[in-house]
């Protein structure tokens, strides 16, 4: 069967067309290094470069909520060796006050330094991070520990621990509420700074005995915690490795399976190029060819 001039002339200006969309695809390959862009590039990967990506971001998403969590657990840690310096400081001033050579006059001037640090003992429970509280529980809207009468302060946070994801269906606790850390168990700080306070002005020998037994308690309370901070630090650095891990992993599977092989596709597109040329000469041939016999 005897082909038409003009079934050549499409069939040419086709394969142009086609050899044309292959060498764009090929240039955007060599601009993007990427192989894989939309679906139609690879039908049966592109699926699994979608769930990859969303795997990937759901991983990048777990990080940050450490990075979060890292933040809030070296300001609690900080905070909690400053108490314990400053309830150190404290003891030294009520060891002082409670020697029988510290007049009465003396325990009052006593009581203004102590007074003093029961105040910055307040702002450092009261720490915060990006302008949340780092002790409140889970109440951040407002500092956990509030100054009233006297020397009375009152905790206004709750006892609720705050934790994050840190991988799926896992999450991790990041600090201590304030009550358990400064009104816990063993002691409650803020009320026996108080009490000494009372003690120091009243000229109360007594009282400032029970102080101190109270300092010593506190400083182990704060200890406790301080250890526990410890420890969620060693959680969250270690979690935090493990994702690296896994999204360098992912990162290499995407890698290998949208990048682009710069050498096969370079190659690539010296050989459409190639083609694409010929078969331009081919279809200006019968384009002249054509041209001729509708001259005649």
């Known amino acids: 069967m005897r082909v038409s001039d003009q079934q050549l002339y499409g069939s040419t200006a086709g394969s142009l067309q086609r050899i044309k969309e292959h060498i764009v695809r090929a240039q955007e390959q060599?601009?993007?290094?990427?192989?894989?862009?939309?679906p139609s590039d690879d039908p049966s990967i592109f699926g699994q470069v979608i769930l990859e990506k969303s795997a990937l971001a759901d991983t990048d998403q777990w990080m940050r909520?450490?990075?979060?969590?890292?933040?809030?657990v070296a300001v609690a840690d900080q905070t909690l060796g400053e108490a314990q310096n400053l309830i150190s400081?404290?003891?030294e001033l009520a060891v002082q006050a409670r020697s029988d050579t510290t007049s009465a006059q003396g325990r009052v001037t006593i009581a203004q330094e102590v007074r003093q640090l029961h105040r910055q003992l307040?702002?450092?429970a009261n720490a915060e991070v990006s302008g949340q509280p780092v002790f409140a529980g889970t109440?951040?809207?407002?500092?956990?520990?509030v100054l009233?009468?006297?020397?009375?302060?009152?905790?206004?946070g709750n006892s609720e621990s705050q934790s994050i994801a840190v991988g799926p269906n896992q999450t991790t606790q990041i600090v201590l509420p304030g009550d358990q850390v400064f009104a816990g168990a063993t002691t409650n700080i803020f009320d026996d700074l108080g009490n000494l306070l009372v003690a120091l002005e009243t000229n109360n020998g007594a009282g400032i005995e029970v102080g101190i037994g109270n300092l010593d308690r506190a400083v182990d309370q704060l200890?406790?915690?301080?250890?526990q901070i410890g420890a969620i630090a060693n959680r969250l650095d270690t979690a935090h490795g493990s994702l690296q891990d896994v999204s360098a992993a992912i990162?290499?599977?995407?890698?290998?399976?949208?990048d682009t092989d710069m050498a096969t596709v370079l190659t690539e597109l010296q050989v459409q190029q190639t083609a694409y040329q010929a078969t331009s000469q081919t279809f200006s041939r019968l384009f002249d060819s054509s041209l001729l016999k509708f001259l005649r």
């Not at 200890?223 to 250890?227: C, D, E, L």
């Not at 990162?251 to 949208?258: I, P, V």
Request: charged share 15%; proline share 4%.
């Open 251 to 258: 990162q290499q599977a995407l890698s290998d399976q949208t």
């Open 65 to 72: 909520n450490i990075q979060f969590g890292t933040a809030r």
């Open 122 to 124: 307040i702002q450092l």
């Open 223 to 227: 200890s406790v915690a301080q250890g």
């Open 139 to 145: 109440e951040t809207g407002a500092p956990p520990f």
């Open 148 to 156: 009233g009468a006297g020397d009375a302060v009152t905790y206004q």
């Open 30 to 38: 060599i601009a993007t290094q990427q192989r894989i862009a939309k």
């Open 89 to 91: 400081r404290i003891r």
